[in-house]
């Protein structure tokens, strides 16, 4: 009887891998070779992001995530080669991920919109930026938000979500940057004396580049003044000396020039 039982269970064993030997073999050859792939996928991804320059802090997380990602995938792959039904492993997958999706939204879509900042940048750190109402230069940019510095020395803290979805000003991203200002002066002056004033006032601006043609051009004329457009050419940091700079100068060359302010005229009419 015992002689019978071991020839049976030899004959199911024979048995089971005539029937599925080819497909455990597949299944153990797949798992091999998949995870040799997913490791060479991952390590040029890694070098990848290296010399994209990409945040130190975000390479790990996201050659970890996508890892996770490929290796679910090729255990799915394997239990389907067995037989072994994946339909409700699929399900369970999903309705997790969706629940999770779900309460974390926000924080997933900031997480999402501070990995496409920081692939394909946007901005970098130090750039002078405009974005959601705020102007500053970018302090930092992490996982969930972009830390800014505005020009009066304030932090101002952005989301990464709406920031990588809504328009951003780069003011320091093509290097140099025009800084396009208005001036009056009253009607009584000759013209010629104001825009020479003007331009010698640009002249002596050490912020303004000396090898870009600067623009001193007539852009209105009123009934009380001569309205002229002053634009100047700078390097992008140096945005707001330039400004405050072209100002002070234009003011003590009118007083050295005489030039008057516009006049204001009333007219008075007794009853």
């Keep these: 009887m015992e002689n019978l039982n071991l020839v049976s269970l030899k004959d199911q064993i024979v048995l089971a891998i005539t029937q599925y030997g080819g497909q455990i073999l597949l299944s153990v050859v797949l798992f091999i070779v998949g995870r040799f792939v997913i490791g060479?996928?991952?390590?040029?991804?890694?070098?990848?992001?290296?010399?994209?320059h990409v945040d130190k802090d975000v390479q790990p997380f996201l050659s970890s995530l996508i890892s996770v990602g490929l290796n679910v995938m090729l255990l799915l792959s394997c239990a389907g080669i067995?037989?072994?039904q994946t339909t409700s492993f699929v399900a369970i997958l999903g309705a997790a991920g969706l629940a999770v999706g779900l309460a974390l939204q926000g924080s997933l879509s900031n997480f999402a919109g501070g990995v496409l900042i920081l692939i394909f940048k946007p901005f970098r750190v130090g750039d002078l930026i405009s974005a959601q109402g705020f102007t500053g230069v970018v302090e930092?940019?992490?996982?969930?938000?972009?830390?800014?510095?505005?020009?009066?020395n304030k932090t101002i803290i952005l989301p990464n979500g709406p920031l990588s979805t809504s328009p951003v000003t780069n003011i320091s991203?093509?290097?140099t940057i025009r800084v396009d200002m208005v001036f009056s002066a009253g009607n009584q002056?000759?013209?010629?004396?104001?825009?020479?004033?003007?331009?010698?006032?640009?002249?002596?601006c050490s912020f303004a580049l000396k090898d870009r043609e600067h623009d001193i051009l007539l852009t209105k004329l009123t009934p009380n003044s001569l309205d002229?457009?002053?634009?100047?050419?700078?390097?992008?940091?140096?945005?707001w000396e330039a400004y405050y700079s072209i100002h002070d100068l234009i003011k003590r060359q009118f007083d050295i020039d005489k030039i008057a302010g516009p006049a204001i005229n009333l007219n008075l009419h007794g009853q």
Aim: cysteine-free; charged content about 25%; aromatic content about 8%.
């Design 40 to 52: 060479k996928i991952t390590k040029t991804l890694s070098s990848r992001m290296d010399k994209s």
């Design 189 to 204: 002056n000759e013209y010629d004396i104001v825009k020479k004033s003007l331009a010698i006032a640009v002249s002596k």
């Design 82 to 84: 067995l037989g072994i």
């Design 173 to 175: 991203g093509k290097g």
């Design 228 to 239: 002229f457009d002053v634009r100047i050419w700078t390097n992008s940091v140096t945005y």
């Design 140 to 152: 930092s940019i992490q996982i969930f938000n972009t830390v800014l510095n505005t020009l009066d």
